[in-house]
């Protein structure tokens, strides 16, 4: 709620402009998240240049705020190059050609292959703005697959899509070791999305105290954010101080969806109620970047962001030294010196390369490709066994898909999500285990590779476009 106290301020309200008479306490303005105020002020008419606006009101829960914004009022005569847009239809064959012919004229370009596309643009809305066509990726089918998931079992083809010269193939070659091993184990073992606002108090021992209340009011909480989603449900919040701050990681279960967005909107509702309850509170941000959103930290490979993937096998050591030419003990031995490696140069992944992996099931798949930057954490784990095998694990810590919302139902994601089934509600950790079972697959063919010495002739032979 938003009341105007200023009598040179005129507010429009849904089109209609609000005289300063009508607003008031018991007649306020609505501003809720992602509505835009026309504010219309009784100044004179400022020159050309720059000026500081400077907004001052009162809202619910947040009490007296303050906002001031440099801007600049430029020449009308002036050249000022905007990108084409409808307000009516911006996802229009028209609206759409006349950015495409914007785009050539502007820098010379002829857009013959971005044009190019397949699906309706009208079923772009809420994935891109401004669209003027496509960046075509190749995809490339790896596998079968043999995983042994609690929810996915069976054998799976797997769409990759990537640019990079020898990984499909390097995928192949370690999918095809893994199935004549018996497959893949995989298991979801962990399943968490975040939001983390931040208390500020005027010292440690109130924000200490404001930890207290919060454990001793989780019920009350609980209910005020899963008012707001019927998927999303809040697990439990983890309290860190330091200090004058009390940081909350909120952590949701977020069904098939990824969910950011999700648990923003949940934490943001429990948290008007938390500052509408407590006092002492001096300033609150929704998010204070320790969820790490797109961003690698160990927080989130200690206490999982999305989806925690074991995937894990028992290597023969017949078929490793029939199909990639290395023991068993000379895995185990190159594994234990990448380990040193990964220490010294504190890597948040201990493995190869699972980014490979899980960017092309992204790319192809419809995922928020940025979310591989917390993705790319791993926890590659092997022992020599009593008959001389090899037993390999890694465990993706922050692995986070969806198989529902965002761009999961767009025509070319969709499909591959149908190739390996799953596309739709209830196939999540479906995806998961799949994913899991490809990272190691990918695993054991570098890792092989590397230590019998074939990855740069590989690379030499299939990965060169010279």
């Known amino acids: 709620k938003c009341i105007k106290r200023q009598k ?25 998240l992602r509505k835009t105020l026309e504010v219309q002020t009784g100044l004179d008419r400022l020159p050309i240049g720059k000026h500081e606006i400077e907004i001052a009101f009162e809202a619910k829960p947040f009490g007296k705020l303050k906002l001031k914004v440099d801007d600049s009022i430029v020449d009308s005569k002036a050249k000022i190059i905007r990108i084409p847009r409808s307000d ?61 998931g609690e929810h996915a079992k069976g054998d799976f083809l797997v769409p990759l899509a990537t640019t990079e010269g020898t990984l499909v193939a390097s995928y192949n070659r370690g999918i095809k070791v893994l199935n ?51 998927v999303a449900k809040l697990q439990y919040i983890d309290p860190f101080l330091s200090n004058k701050f009390a940081f909350l990681r909120f952590n949701y279960f977020t069904g098939d969806a990824a969910g950011q967005n999700m648990v923003g909107k ?16 001096q300033h609150f941000y929704l998010e204070s970047n320790f969820a790490t959103d797109k961003k690698a930290s160990q927080i989130n490979i200690m206490r999982t962001r999305g989806k925690r993937v074991v995937a894990e096998a028992t290597l023969k050591r017949d078929i490793l030294l029939q199909h990639m030419r290395v ?3 000379s895995l185990f031995h190159h594994s234990s010196i990448s380990n040193v490696g990964s220490f010294m140069s504190g890597a948040n992944n201990n493995g ?9 099931m992204f790319i192809a798949t419809g995922q928020d490709v940025a979310n591989v930057s917390e993705s790319s954490a791993g926890l590659v ?15 993706i810590p922050s692995l986070i898909v969806a198989t529902y919302g965002g761009g999961t139902h767009l025509s070319t994601q969709a499909e591959c999500l149908d190739i390996m089934g799953c596309k739709g509600k209830g196939k999540v950790k479906k995806l998961a285990e799949i994913v899991g079972g490809v990272v190691l697959a990918g695993e054991i063919s570098l890792a092989s590779a590397i230590s019998s010495s074939d990855w740069v002739s590989s690379h030499e032979a299939y990965g060169r476009n010279r």
């Open 381 to 395: 784990y092997t022992e020599m066994t009593k008959e001389g095998d090899l037993y390999i694990s890694i465990t």
């Open 327 to 329: 023991e068993p003990e």
């Open 180 to 230: 004549l091993c018996g497959g893949a184990t995989c298991s979801v073992v962990g399943d968490a999305m975040q939001r983390a606002p931040v208390f500020e108090f005027e010292n440690a021992r109130k924000a200490r105290d404001f930890i207290y209340w919060i454990n001793d009011n989780l019920d009350k909480i609980t209910k005020e954010a899963e008012q707001t989603s019927s």
């Open 352 to 360: 190869a390369h699972s980014p490979n992996a899980i960017t092309a």
């Open 8 to 32: 040179q301020v005129k507010l429009y309200r849904d089109g209609k402009k609000v005289g300063v008479g009508e607003i008031s306490n018991s007649s306020p303005v609505d501003f809720p």
């Open 266 to 281: 949940a934490t943001f509702r429990a948290c008007s109620w938390i500052i509408d309850q407590y006092k002492g509170i």
């Open 88 to 148: 009516d239809d911006d996802y229009g064959a028209n609206i759409i050609k006349e950015r495409q012919d914007f785009v050539e004229k502007e820098t010379g370009a002829k857009l013959e292959h971005i044009r190019k596309y397949s699906f309706d643009p009208k079923d772009l809305q809420g994935n891109i703005e401004n669209f003027g066509g496509v960046a075509q990726i190749p995809i490339g089918f790896a596998g079968p697959i043999k995983i042994d």
